[in-house]
């Protein structure tokens, strides 16, 4: 089953796309990791990327597009996978759809979480991340257990993103109204489109969620 997550910044896509791939054996592909991935390996890819990200504007459609692409050929996308910040505009939706007729791949779902602006300010300005195992927590949402010490891998490198700063969230959110927003109809229009309320709790978030995919029945787990 291959799901698009649809939401502005710090709509929790990546906080469920991972309880997707942890619960349910599908595959995360997130943007926006593999963009950061990029610029700290200092690829062409991320010198690009750098300093667009940090003004909270789109990285050209040529370059996602075309890093997606590749990322659906490895053999684990098989699985069936979760776009995470992508499509983020209508031209990178019609790729999408140009690039799965090709490969023979079929789109299932478009699950849109929709959260007030402020609440987002509050989520992403609280974000950070173990710099070990990439599990995601919040200041005031997700805290760690024990300060400081990752409950997972029990590491206390703790990383916040370069551009979970407010006035780069405010960017980000007027991107997403302006570009990604019209997406919605985009996907209204063909029937595949789901709006969940994603100011609720994380676990009823993913409660809804697997409700709209067990209806496939081919949901795992
Ligand atoms: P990207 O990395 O995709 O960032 P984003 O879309 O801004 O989304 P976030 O990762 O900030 O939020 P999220 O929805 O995953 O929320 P999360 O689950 O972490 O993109 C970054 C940049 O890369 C872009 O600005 C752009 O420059 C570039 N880029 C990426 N893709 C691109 C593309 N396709 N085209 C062009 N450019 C592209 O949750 C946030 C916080 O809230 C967490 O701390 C979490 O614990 C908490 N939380 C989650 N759910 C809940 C809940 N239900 N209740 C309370 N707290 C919650």
């Given at each position: 089953m291959n799901v698009i997550l649809l939401g502005p910044p710090g709509a929790g896509k990546g906080t469920q796309a991972k309880l997707l791939e942890e619960r349910?054996?599908?595959v995360q592909l997130s943007t926006?990791?593999?963009?950061?991935?990029a610029v700290k390996a200092g690829t062409d890819v991320g010198k690009i990327a750098e300093d667009i990200m940090k003004r909270g504007d789109l990285v050209p459609n040529d370059v996602v597009v075309s890093i997606i692409s590749d990322?659906?050929?490895q053999p684990d996308a098989k699985r069936g996978f979760i776009l995470d910040g992508f499509p983020r505009n209508v031209a990178q939706a019609e790729?999408?759809?140009?690039?799965?007729?090709?490969?023979?791949?079929?789109?299932?779902h478009v699950i849109q979480m929709e959260v007030d602006d402020e609440a987002l300010v509050?989520?992403?300005?609280?974000?950070?991340?173990?710099?070990?195992?990439?599990?995601?927590?919040?200041?005031?949402?997700?805290?760690?257990?024990?300060?400081?010490?990752?409950?997972?891998?029990?590491?206390?490198?703790?990383?916040?993103?370069?551009?979970?700063?407010?006035?780069?969230?405010?960017?980000?959110?007027?991107?997403?109204?302006?570009?990604?927003?019209?997406?919605?109809?985009?996907?209204?229009?063909?029937g595949n489109l789901v709006q969940l309320n994603g100011m609720a709790p994380m676990d009823q978030v993913a409660e809804?969620?697997?409700t709209v995919l067990a209806a496939d029945q081919r949901l795992s787990g």
């Open positions: 349910h054996g599908m926006g990791d593999m963009l950061r991935a990322r659906i050929d790729a999408l759809d140009a690039m799965l007729e090709k490969k023979g791949l079929k789109l299932d509050e989520r992403i300005t609280g974000r950070f991340t173990c710099g070990n195992c990439g599990a995601g927590y919040h200041d005031r949402f997700k805290p760690t257990k024990v300060a400081g010490v990752c409950d997972v891998c029990g590491s206390t490198e703790m990383v916040r993103r370069a551009d979970d700063n407010e006035t780069t969230v405010r960017s980000r959110l007027a991107t997403y109204h302006k570009e990604t927003a019209p997406l919605l109809p985009y996907y209204k229009k063909r809804e969620i697997k």
